[in-house]
């Protein structure tokens, strides 16, 4: 069992920066892969990048892609997402999630943090 906790949301204008961070509880957090998604309102939810369990393989969705970092630190039992360049269209709540391999749709993960509010201003 893990339970996320996400932080770090919030409001900022276009072009600047934010740091997401997830707490996970549990000992078991570096055996776990861990995705960031997104839903904005009236979409559904997507996912933003992910990160296998050492931290050695990454992905991200074309839309972040050299704008977003994603990190762990396995001693401290948590997963960054350092978002750079926000656009308006970033805005959305945001989640974590652990999965036990790196997959990027959403079924495949089965433990959700209860989200964290973006809002990039224009």
């Known amino acids: 069992q893990v339970q996320l906790v996400e932080s770090g949301g919030g409001l900022v204008q276009a072009g600047g920066s934010l740091r997401l961070s997830c707490a996970a509880s549990?000992?078991?957090?570096?055996?776990?892969?861990m995705g960031w998604f997104r839903q904005a309102p009236g979409k559904g939810r997507e996912i933003v990048a992910a990160i296998n369990w050492s931290g050695t393989v990454t992905y991200y969705a074309d839309s972040v892609k050299g704008r977003f970092t994603i990190s762990r630190d396995n001693a401290k039992n948590t997963v960054y997402l350092q978002m750079n360049s926000l656009k308006p269209e970033d805005t959305a709540v945001y989640y974590c999630?652990?999965?036990?391999?790196?997959?990027?749709?959403?079924?495949?993960?089965?433990?959700w943090g209860q989200g964290t509010q973006v809002t990039v201003s224009s």
């Open positions: 999630a652990a999965s036990s391999r790196l997959r990027v749709g959403e079924h495949d993960y089965n433990y």
């Open positions: 549990g000992r078991t957090f570096s055996s776990y892969a």
